[in-house]
């Protein structure tokens, strides 16, 4: 699954299981079952991953799905978003050793760096908020055009159904439920995908995007 990028995989994986444990980034009974239910879990995403886009990996956390993901797909540009310091620290320091060039760490919020960083082709996201609340702070961050993809456990479609309204307020045109990771994972990996039209977040946050937009432009005029 790793291809070259095994040797840096095994070192992530020890990464986790000790100053991820130490730091309270992933609980120690996860340990014994890092490598199916964690990193080949997320890293499998990337079979639905378009070649060469944007990714922002929303509330990364200890760098999952994003950091697998960054570590079979050097092709991405990858932003691992995340809001608290200790997290962020963490991110750093694994993408500093594992020489990941193509990914870089923001902290803060999602929905506190709408125009501060570039619209994304994709959103990723695990274990982060229930799909509706998920929606509200990473279909905001999309490009148009763009997608959402959330891994999710064996209550996706129940989620997706609760979620649909929330979802077309938010401008989403199309959802589906995919099953990735044949061969690799077992059970294979859950993905809600959600695609938008030309206006990711609907009417309120264009207009946000807007503001946002010409804030950018002064600041940089200054």
């Keep these: 699954m790793f291809g070259d ?25 996860e340990v014994p079952r890092l490598w199916e239910r964690h990193l080949l879990n997320c890293a499998v995403l990337s079979e639905v991953v378009p070649e060469g886009v944007t990714v922002c990996d929303v509330g990364s956390g200890a760098g999952l799905p994003g950091i697998p993901l960054a570590l079979v ?56 908020a229930p799909l509706d609340r998920l929606a509200t702070w990473g279909i905001p961050l999309l490009r ?5 993809l959330a891994l999710k456990g064996d209550a996706a479609e129940e989620e997706l159904k609760s979620a649909s309204a929330a979802l077309s307020k938010l401008g989403a045109v199309e ?18 995908r959600v695609e938008v039209g030309e206006s990711p977040g609907g009417v309120r946050f264009a207009a946000k995007r807007a503001k946002a937009a010409r804030t950018g432009r002064a600041r940089r005029r200054r």
């Design 175 to 192: 959802t589906s439920i995919l099953h990735v990771g044949e061969g690799v994972v077992d059970p294979m990996s859950t993905v809600v």
């Design 73 to 128: 797909r050097e092709d991405l540009k990858i932003t691992l978003l995340e809001p608290l310091l200790r997290r962020t620290n963490f991110l750093s320091e694994v993408v500093e050793l594992l020489g990941l060039d193509h990914v870089t760490v923001v902290r803060g919020r999602a929905e506190e760096v709408m125009g501060k960083i570039q619209p994304v082709h994709v959103v990723t996201a695990r274990a982060v």
């Design 144 to 148: 148009p055009y763009g997608e959402m």
């Design 5 to 29: 990028r095994f040797a840096d995989a095994v070192r992530y994986a020890e990464l986790l299981a000790e100053a991820g444990v130490q730091r309270g980034l992933i609980g120690p009974r």
